[in-house]
C-alpha cells in the first residue's frame, strides 16, 4: 500500500527538498524520487534547481482529476498490469497512460476525475483513441483480425 515518506509540510524549504542519496521530494505526494522524475520550469529564479515541486506522475494525475494515491490503487487492483493487454506495465517498460471517457470532460481541459477507467500501456491507450472511443469500430477490427487469418 502507498505510504509516503515522512516530510513536515508540503510547503517544503529548497535546503529540505533534497535527501542525502540526492532525492528530490514532491511537494504533492511526498515521494522522494530522482531529479528526472520531475520537468524544468519555464520561468526559474535564482537559488532554486528550476524542477517543478510536482513530479511528473503527480502533474498527469492532477491533469486527470485523481490524486497519486488513487492512481496507485488503481494501478495495484489491476495486478500493476495494463487493464486491457494485462502485460506488466512496470517489467514491459511501457509508459503508463490513464485512460478516461473523452465525452465525459471539454477537450484539452483539466478531467473531472470520475471519468477515469484505468490505466493502459500506450499501444492499447493509443488503439483506443485511434478508435475513437467507439466499441463499433473495434467489434470491425476484431471481425477483420478473424477473417483475414492466413491458411496454413
Known amino acids: 500500500m502507498f505510504t509516503p515518506p515522512q516530510v513536515k509540510s508540503r510547503m517544503i524549504p529548497m535546503t529540505e527538498r ?53 492512481f496507485a490503487e488503481l494501478l495495484e487492483a489491476q495486478g500493476g498490469a495494463c487493464a486491457i493487454c494485462r502485460k506488466d506495465i512496470c517489467a514491459s517498460g511501457r509508459e503508463l497512460s490513464i485512460d478516461h471517457d473523452h465525452s465525459c470532460c471539454p477537450q484539452g481541459g483539466r478531467s473531472c476525475g470520475k471519468c477515469v477507467r484505468g490505466i493502459l500501456c500506450q499501444p492499447c491507450n493509443g488503439m483506443l483513441g485511434y478508435a475513437q472511443d467507439d466499441p463499433e ?16
Open 18 to 70: 533534497y535527501n542525502e542519496r540526492g532525492e528530490r521530494v514532491c511537494s504533492k505526494c511526498l515521494r522522494w524520487l530522482l531529479p528526472t522524475e520531475f520537468h524544468k520550469r519555464a520561468k526559474q529564479t535564482p537559488g532554486d534547481d528550476g524542477l517543478r515541486s510536482m513530479c511528473n506522475r503527480c502533474v498527469i494525475c492532477w491533469r486527470y482529476g485523481i490524486t497519486y494515491q488513487q
Open 137 to 152: 469500430i473495434l467489434k470491425a477490427g476484431i471481425n477483420y483480425l478473424l477473417s483475414h487469418r492466413p491458411q496454413h
